[in-house]
């Protein structure tokens, strides 16, 4: 089935650093999405992009999705503390783009 | 703001017996799921499910599992004989349709001891 796969698996960070996960797909992808998981909370939505190229931003974070459509980026920049969490990345597949497929997720940890 | 609710948040269970994971989608929504993650890994898929029925399902979800919806608010997991590697966060989302963004429930921590 489609994987996506997620780089680093860890980032330690300074507060007020930048910080970039990337996630790949071998296969082009419908749409990407993203999420964030605080430590012991639930997966948030933050994101769909589903056009080639397409560029968003919320704030500090910027999200990309490739030309290709075979990969995607979230860069947040200026760290905060309330960044700490995992944050996925995800396809939602399926006869019906009715299930999602996470990547392994990227733990943001944020050195004071 | 609605949410997913699910209950109980944390359920410990001995090995062989059947536990039911309950969840409450979001009232206007018509696709449901159920997610699990084993501490420290990813979000995997179980189980979709639309208009009463499974829409599909991953290799994990074998005979053990089964969902339900039994009235028109609640929608649960029955795992029949827990094993121990059952054990993870099984999250539940619904979501409004097939292309919008799917809300998570906060979980329930399954522990089979």
């Known amino acids: 089935g489609q994987q996506v796969m997620q780089i680093p698996q860890y980032q330690h960070v300074q507060e007020g650093e930048d910080f970039t996960t990337y996630c790949n797909s071998s296969?082009?992808?419908?749409?990407i999405q993203w999420y964030k998981q605080r430590p012991g909370g639930h997966p948030v939505f933050l994101i769909q992009?589903?056009?080639?190229?397409e560029v968003k931003k919320q704030k500090r974070l910027t999200f990309q999705f490739g030309e290709a459509k075979k990969n995607s980026s979230l860069h947040i920049t200026a760290t905060q503390t309330t960044d700490v969490g995992t944050y996925f990345c995800?396809?939602?597949?399926?006869?019906?783009?009715?299930?999602?497929?996470f990547g392994k997720g990227t733990r943001l940890h944020i050195l004071p | 703001e609605p949410e997913v609710t699910q209950t109980p948040s944390h359920q410990v269970t001995q090995m062989g017996q059947e536990v039911i994971l309950r969840c409450v989608p979001i009232?206007?929504?018509?696709?449901f799921y159920w997610y699990r993650q084993i501490l420290g890994q990813k979000v995997e898929f179980l189980v979709s499910?639309?208009?009463?029925?499974?829409?599909?399902k991953s290799e994990i979800f074998d005979d053990q599992f089964s969902v339900e919806r039994p009235d028109g608010s609640n929608f649960t997991l029955k795992i029949r004989s827990t094993k121990l590697e059952d054990s993870a966060m099984y999250f539940c989302?619904?979501?409004?349709?097939?292309?919008?963004?799917?809300?998570f429930g906060q979980g329930t921590r399954l522990t089979v001891v």
């Open positions: 009232s206007n929504h018509l696709y």
């Open positions: 992009l589903v056009k080639s190229g």
């Open positions: 989302a619904s979501s409004l349709d097939s292309y919008t963004e799917a809300f």
């Open positions: 995800a396809e939602k597949e399926g006869n019906r783009d009715d299930k999602i497929i």
């Open positions: 296969t082009t992808l419908s749409n």
């Open positions: 499910f639309y208009n009463n029925e499974i829409s599909e």
